[in-house]
């Protein structure tokens, strides 16, 4: 479904990803884990199209999305829950999942999307009318994924979406990724909480200083050596 | 926008305009001279600020450009106001704004906060001291005169456009286009995120709201009788409108309305009454509005009706 090759981004004269290639099939939960600033989240702002790639390919559904700009790659399907949420603060909850509909592909049929992102979450049913700054943490993670939906995404692209939040809300979180997937969803899940990322996920890429440094079934990658170390603290 | 939210207390906002709208229509039948002129100087500031707070008030991007935009069209005037029918000439005006606008807005909207500001400020001294440059080059003087139209139609042509501009602000704002305009102010990324076109969106809106402004110019140019840059390209008319509608309260459009009224007001009154004194106290006016008023005069009707409310209350619980 989306495919990306050899893919080299840079921040001015910094290059942060270096010839990353990656595959996300339909119906996977792919996730990337990786320590701060080994460019997971660089890496999802170059698919979404706020950062420009300085080569390499990106194609989604065969297509050639590769500097295409970010409303046109909403358009085509692929959307962001972007890193704590970034939601409305002025904005009520039910203004902020409207706008998530903003996309022409979807802004006829929101009244229908409005009503199945209810039924997934009846807190946010519960507060539409409350502004979205008056949100707890885990609220506003819920309103950002309820936000994306509205788009009617084929593919969902979570950025740390358990950053900051209660063990007892990210579970929440963690079994609506899931559910999203089982609807049909495809989903790349960037994460630091790397053993919940592993036991979620179909498949998992390790991302270290802007380079795949491994790549594997998530059951293969719990046993390896080096993921047990690094990253589980084994 | 769905049916529910079209109450009656955002009903009542229109219902007063259309009176208004009446009221003003009529009112050069009646009323002095003086009052026309009067309420021609506030219709330009409300149009300016009105302007101004369709761009910088959803999306938060402080522009001080109006007096660019203002001074485009008072040098329309100057120069096709002699051989152009009057209408001809506040359509290019605006034109000639929107487009300047378009293009300067594509070039600098990428920057951000405080850098945008600078920019468009930094854009009122560049198109002064070209023109000067041209005027004094080319053809010899650095003045022009301006074709003189009566004040009536002076007054009939700032209250169409108006009229014009609070349409806009309404339709904008009840759009899907509003809604994303507020959205690019509260989080810009993730504007981005759900797909609105951010560049684009901020380019057009900031040069629609330049048409009104360089339209306001063309008119009033008429009542000067002679223009030169620096009369034209004023700074003042930059800073007024973000003045104003810091006084009228951000928020929302109301706000800046009504802090352009009650400021144009006060600075006439005060311009006759104390003419050596009034930058100071209008100086001082305004400080008194920053601190005791953040969210302007909006915010003061709002803590009012709030105690009006909570009192009446307070007696029924008796």
Known sequence: MLEIRDLCTCYGKVQALWDVSLQVNEGEIVALVGSNGAGKTTLLNTISGLLRPVSGQITFLGKMIRGLPPHAIVELGIS??????????????????????????????????????????????????????????GERQMLAIGRCLMSRPRLC?????????????????????????????????????????????????????????????????????????????? | MDIARLDLRKMWTPALLLIALALFATLPLYASRYLVILLTSIAMYVVLTGSWAIFSGPTGYISLAPAAFFGLGIYTSAVLGRTSPLPAVILVAGLASFLVALFVGALTLRLKGIYFAMFTFGLVELIKYFLLWYEVEFTGTRGRFVVVVDNTT?????????????LTAYLIRRSRFGMALQSIGECEEAAAH?????????????????????????????????????????????????????????????????????????????????????????????????????????????????????????HTGR
């Open chain 1, 80 to 137: 962001q829950v972007p890193e704590g949420g970034r939601v409305f603060p002025e904005m009520t909850v039910r203004e902020n999942l409207e706008m998530g509909a903003y996309p022409y592909r979807v802004w006829r049929d929101k009244e229908a999307t409005l009503k199945q992102v209810y039924q997934l979450f009846p807190l946010l049913k519960e507060r539409e009318k409350q502004l979205a700054r008056t949100l707890s943490g």
């Open chain 2, 154 to 166: 002076i007054y009939y042509v700032m209250f169409i456009i108006l009229a014009t501009l609070l």
């Open chain 2, 194 to 314: 759900i797909g609105v076109n951010v560049n684009l969106l901020k380019t057009v809106t900031f040069a629609i709201s330049a048409i009104f402004i360089g339209m306001a110019g063309a008119i009033m140019a008429t009542r000067w009788t002679y223009v030169d840059p620096y009369i034209a390209f004023n700074p003042l008319f930059s800073f007024m409108p973000v003045l104003m509608a810091i006084f009228g309260g951000i928020g929302r459009f109301g706000g800046p309305i009504l802090g352009a009224v009650v400021f144009a007001y006060l600075e006439e009154t005060l311009i006759t009454r104390f003419p050596y004194y009034y930058m100071l106290l209008f100086g001082i006016v305004l400080i008194i509005a920053v601190v005791y008023l953040p969210n302007g005069l909006v915010g003061l009707a709002q803590i009012l009706q709030k105690r009006i409310s909570e009192r009446r209350h307070a």
């Open chain 1, 157 to 234: 692209m979570f950025d740390e979406p358990s950053y900051g939040l209660a063990p007892l809300v990210v579970a929440e979180i963690f079994r609506i990724i899931r559910h999203l997937r089982d609807q049909g969803i495809t989903v790349l899940l960037v994460e630091q909480n790397v053993r919940r990322a592993l036991e979620i996920a179909d498949r998992a890429y390790v991302l270290e200083n802007g380079r795949i440094c491994l790549e594997g079934a998530c059951t293969e990658l719990l046993e390896n050596d080096h993921v047990r170390r690094a990253y589980l603290g084994l």
